[in-house]
């Protein structure tokens, strides 16, 4: 069984819309969708912020990652820096980069990106001689194959 995590949400601008999930319920989506408050052309190889025209307050407890959607990554257009605190109160803007061989239409309303919601855990750093064992041992990033 889910907790709901309630999220004040401000419009910027009227045609802002808020963040939603398409399914809801015991089989819901993980992540809710972000659109766009703003109309411009991404070109190849560009990197943009794109506004939702939504600011958000979230509990002390929570905040959010920005996700890419699989729809629009398949075409080549993937978000970056997508951590936003909970102290953060202004716009939320996501960055998107066209990895495309084309330009990329983004219109208002379109859905750029997923907001995931998570807990937020403050960890305590211990500076150590040696680590422990483990079966994955030293094998670092991508050891795993493709």
């Not at 015991?26 to 809710?32: I, M, N, S, T, W």
């Not at 997508?82 to 330009?103: F, K, M, Q, S, W």
């Amino acid at each position: 069984m889910s907790s709901i995590v309630s999220i004040k949400a401000k419009r910027l601008v009227t045609h802002a819309q808020l963040p939603h999930y398409a399914h809801v319920g015991e089989y819901g989506d993980l992540a809710a969708d972000l659109a766009s408050s703003e109309s411009l052309l991404l070109e190849p190889g560009a990197t943009q912020p794109v506004s939702t025209g939504i600011a958000l307050e979230f509990p002390s407890t929570h905040g959010a990652l920005v996700e890419d959607r699989s729809g629009l990554a398949l075409k080549g257009l993937t978000t970056l820096a997508g951590v936003i605190d909970p102290g953060y109160r202004g716009e939320i803007r996501v960055v998107v980069t066209n990895l495309g061989p084309n330009a990329a239409q983004i219109k208002i309303g379109d859905r750029i990106a997923q907001l995931r919601i998570v807990q937020r855990i403050q960890a305590q750093f211990m500076e150590v001689q040696e680590l422990g064992d483990a079966t994955r041992g030293a094998g670092g990033f991508g050891s795993t194959g493709s």
